[in-house]
């Protein structure tokens, strides 16, 4: 119990560290929270800092999901706690406390996760949001896409009940993000 405890405190706290927020910090002194609508991401790390920053929040970003997932998997999680454990991180991604709670979508951390913990899913989310992503060029409808797209293949291939819920939860969270940047996104953007 103990254990499995350990794993959501870290899945919350791993997903709150914006490692997004960071590596523009680093690389390029500048905070991307400062510019458009407060939200955080590589697509618009790759906007403000270029394309190696952006490659290396990209990265960053799934292999956080990845290191939660086979931290699910080192501990002998069951499986309802391995879903749960994925909750977690993605609560702690979308509305992080360390960036008073502002949040990034959660497509990233999520897709890393299910690669270690259900890899057909997280195949599927990959090539989904980069397939989107090259032809609509946005990146919310991409996360979209990919995660709204993930409950009904986890049904198709016979994945549990847990599954289920949480790629729901998943999408249902990302189409929420969806709506408030599309409801609430400024007139003109800060990013040029």
């Known amino acids: 119990m103990c254990t499995v405890l350990t794993l959501f405190v870290c899945a919350y706290l791993l997903g709150?560290?914006?490692?997004?927020?960071?590596?523009?910090r680093c690389r390029s002194h500048l905070a991307v929270t400062d510019y458009g609508p407060g939200s955080i991401g590589p697509v618009k790390l790759?906007?403000?800092?270029?394309?190696?920053?952006?490659?290396a929040a990209l990265l960053a970003e799934l292999t956080k999901g990845w290191l939660i997932g086979w931290?699910?998997?080192?501990f002998q999680a069951g499986e309802i706690a391995q879903w749960l454990t994925?909750?977690?991180?993605?609560?702690?991604?979308?509305w992080s406390p360390v960036l008073g709670g502002r949040?990034?979508?959660?497509?990233?951390?999520f897709t890393g996760f299910l690669f270690q913990v259900a890899p057909p899913l997280g195949q599927v989310a990959l090539s989904?949001?980069?397939?989107?992503?090259?032809?609509t060029r946005s990146p919310n409808l991409a996360a979209l896409i990919a995660?709204?797209?993930?409950?009904?293949?986890?049904?198709?291939?016979?994945?549990?009940?847990?599954?289920?819920?949480?790629?729901t939860a998943a999408a249902a969270v990302?189409?929420?993000?969806?709506?408030?940047?599309?409801?609430?996104?400024?007139?003109?953007?800060?990013?040029?």
């Open 174 to 192: 990302v189409a929420f993000q969806f709506w408030l940047v599309r409801c609430h996104r400024p007139r003109e953007s800060e990013i040029y």
């Open 16 to 24: 709150a560290l914006s490692l997004t927020y960071w590596i523009g």
């Open 128 to 135: 989904v949001a980069l397939s989107v992503l090259l032809l």
């Open 147 to 167: 995660l709204v797209s993930l409950p009904c293949v986890a049904w198709l291939q016979h994945f549990s009940v847990f599954a289920l819920a949480v790629t």
């Open 46 to 55: 790759l906007r403000l800092a270029g394309p190696e920053s952006m490659v």
């Open 103 to 109: 949040g990034g979508n959660i497509c990233l951390p």
């Open 71 to 74: 931290l699910t998997v080192f």
């Open 86 to 94: 994925a909750l977690f991180l993605l609560a702690g991604y979308g």
